[in-house]
DNA sequence: AGTGCTTTATTTAGTGCCGAACAAAGCCTC
DNA sequence: GAGGCTTTGTTCGGCACTAAATAAAGCACT
């Protein structure tokens, strides 16, 4: 039989969530605001709200300002209600950040790491186990960034070449070591997730949120939610074709593919077969000297600033997103990229498409796992049920809360 | 105010509309089935056809096939309980149809078309008003397919080059010229709507329909409903820069277009400077060609398959899809261009991804129009509100129905 | 001050849908 | 054919949410 064509919609519940949700986001709101951003009847915020305070999990706050009427009594979480941990994985290290609803880092980690021993995932749910332990608070969940394709949220089933990992069962073996909700994702979702927290999301609703770095990745996000594709593979567009003649081998075995041309490891070799870089020194060298000046390093980042710009060009056409965020540990030399990839992004872009905003975020070191804490953050958000039944728990956990009120 | 992170779920009321749309599409279906099919449970589908019947839209069958236990009693739409009328604008004529509820044509027509004329909206509404007299039982609405951008399906407010329409007021002529529901919607994204109802989406649900024809369009279905970006502009393939070195110029403006190499006047201007095809002399003669064994025929269909074949797998990465489909009126040369395109495609994929599956669908000339009824006959299936309050309209009038009964 | 307007919050009656228990109707095995 | 198993369909109590009416609280005019 065939998938039903409705996603089940999952009734009922959302609204308590979604409110301690809301209000560990913006802070402190009025009802009818509650009302008109969840988009539910003011009766059903004066219900829940109501259950909230007596729990103990919300509390009324001063007046707010009269918008020519009534003014409203201010809302607002008891206490930063819960923290996430939220976990980045990479070939040689991991990156660990503690976070809180609200957004803010109280503590943050790197470890090395090697995904080739045998028991890497124990390894990651030993330092996870040690952040939780080190966690001070009613903790929500943990995140896990993959630089790989995850089969869901959920279940946490990791394809991830990268890490020479294939069909690893990291949610199973985490959740079964640490006791708590895992969310995992693919690393570039996480950071759309974030965005749409605490960045581009907080204007828009539909937009592209594209990683320049060691890779080139891609989040999308419609209608607030990511979009995942059928098999949580959807954004990798480092692996689009860009160079008829095949060109370089890329590592997912293809040739011509975005990264391998214009990915940190690309960046490298040009700059090594130019001359421009010696045997040790890497993509940091390759921006110092064209910060310096240098013109062959600055017409190599100009290249690949026209290759993304024509790239991108086409996920825009195919997606059709408010507006473009670009982020990375590679985003410090965009300055660079910049003067290559405007006028060819705009040039190969149709009318009406032309002016689509194209964005710059800072880049922090943990942002990575920031997003994969966003991850946990964000379920109570999630009205579509991306993330599955350790959503739910993440969810049950908000509402056990034991307060920690002064 | 940020537009609110979740889209209304417009809660409520939906399952019967739902269940009318099933059983239209579906035919007799037992109450069981009905409620796994919408997920929906065994409760709700008892009270909601026990009023259905009492308003006589919908009536008890005969019994159905036990599965090991008691059988179920199938359910029926009492009579083809609606019809709706599809349009396909284009550049020269417009193609209509009279469709029912499961899918049959009940009557088709061409008539010319002049778009530039400044009365052309009044003119599509006369040849519609015929089309809505000529139909002999309960008409829902009509639906139209635009070759352009659609703001939106209820609004209808289109922006089409090829038409010389500009921010044109469709949706609004056509309702007060009619009296009727009307849908508009991006043509591509109708013949996705059909194939949702009646095609790939009885096995799939996240998939991408693409069209090979005068122009290169692809609509992006996303859990059974088509997905249509910020403005409505998602799934504009045909206009994703494919050369490094600008290649041709575009009717859109931009240089080096997938359409301005493999749309249908690319084709023949590319045959033409080859000395295939004489002044008169179209597509049809290519393939003709083609078709003889001529080799230099033969080679240019076969560029272009290689050219769609890397263009695809970019897009394939992007959106992740269960399987491409394939269609169009241009379907039928595709064994010229299948040679290119297989190799190419499956090169340019990663591994994970190489196995997509690529299907291509037959054609008939009232394919564009019926899709266009599709949109109409899809909306009481539309959970999302994709249709908007022009479909809340077409359940209404389905709601109310002559019945018609025997 | 008084009257109206606007916005905020609560109360009340009602609806859509669900879960669980139960009844009905067919196959199976002994 | 008697009971058991399986699947279908119904009943009933309950819950989440809503719309509409009402109260409450401020501003803006006279």
Redesign the interface.
Known sequence: ?????????S?GDLVPS?VLGLLGTRGPTSRADIA????VSPATITQVTKDLIARGLVAERERGKSHGGRPGRLLALVDAAGGAIGVKVTADHLAIVDARLDGTVTSSAVRPFDPDAPDALDRLADALAEAVAQHDGHLLGVGVGIPG?VDAQASGVV?APTLGWAEARVGDVLRAALGLPVLVENDVNTLAVAE?LYGA???????VVVTIGRGIG?G?V????V???????????G??????DDGPLCG??????LEAWVGEAALVRQGRELGLLAEAQGVHELRAAADAGDTAARDLFERAGRLLG??L???V??????IVVLLGEGIDAWPHWRRGFEESFR???????RSVPVVTEPWADDRWALGAAALVLASP?D?EGVSGEQGELVRARLHVADGGAP
Chains 1, 2 share one sequence.
């Open positions: 039989m065939r998938p039903a064509s409705r996603p089940a919609s009734r979604a008109r951003a969840l988009r394709s394809t749409a999301g907080r204007e828009h609703s539909t937009y891609c999308i419609v209608d607030g939610s979009f995942r594709g059928a098999a949580g593979g959807a954004g990798e567009i692996h689009i074709p860009v160079d008829p997912c075995g293809a040739r011509g593919c024509r790239t060009a086409g996920v056409h195919t997606v059709d997103p408010e040039a190969h872009l149709m009318p009406s498409r958000l009205a």
